[in-house]
């Protein structure tokens, strides 16, 4: 049987799959975790640079929680420029041409999570 964190896991690595992510860079595995940590804790979603990146520099072993953020948004801006704009759109449920920040990306997995 499944675990809890293995069912939680195996979603967001889903969700983020229908977005364009290099999945084999370390933004990747942070922005894995980053979402995990909010669905574990919803609070958390309030102030990542507080209350996420610290966990994650900890369990990485990472130099600074500035390299955890910068890891992530180079994935995502990454991401951004590999993913069709429409996809994004549709995804996320925005007008054409909007990016949506590091924090709406957690929120809306998060949401996606708790509505199923």
């Known amino acids: 049987m499944e675990t809890e ?4 896991r195996n979603f967001v690595y ?4 229908k977005l364009n992510f290099r999945r084999y860079t370390k933004g990747f ?3 894995l975790e980053a979402i995990y940590i909010c669905i ?3 609070n958390c979603i309030e102030n990542l640079s507080k209350n996420v990146f610290p966990k994650i520099l900890e369990k990485y072993n990472e130099k600074s929680i500035y390299n955890v ?3 992530i948004d180079q994935v995502i801006k990454t991401m951004y420029n590999n993913t069709d704009i429409k996809v994004l759109g549709e995804y996320f449920n925005l007008d054409k041409d909007l990016k949506p920040s590091l924090k709406f990306i957690v929120y809306c997995i998060v949401c996606k999570y708790y509505s199923m």
């Open 29 to 31: 595995k942070y922005l």
């Open 14 to 17: 889903k969700e983020l799959s």
């Open 69 to 71: 953020k910068w890891c």
């Open 5 to 8: 964190e293995k069912k939680i």
């Open 40 to 42: 574990e804790d919803e």
